[in-house]
């Protein structure tokens, strides 16, 4: 398998999950929607500006 394909298959099985996760987050209200459930360790902001950190540093 070349790398292109493996990542095409990668990239399809994304998708597809993704797809399944906003099903289901589709049949939450919104107040379970909204509930912090702790499952980030990290703020996203946070998690964004290291990564552009490592970018622009490299």
Do not use: W
């Amino acid at each position: 398998m070349s790398l292109k394909d493996h990542f095409e298959l990668l990239a399809a099985y994304n998708q597809r999950m993704n797809l399944k996760v906003y099903k289901a987050s589709s049949q939450l209200c919104a107040t379970n929607l909204a509930q912090d459930r702790g499952a980030f360790l990290v703020p996203f902001s946070e998690h964004l500006i290291t990564s552009l950190l490592v970018i622009l540093s490299g």
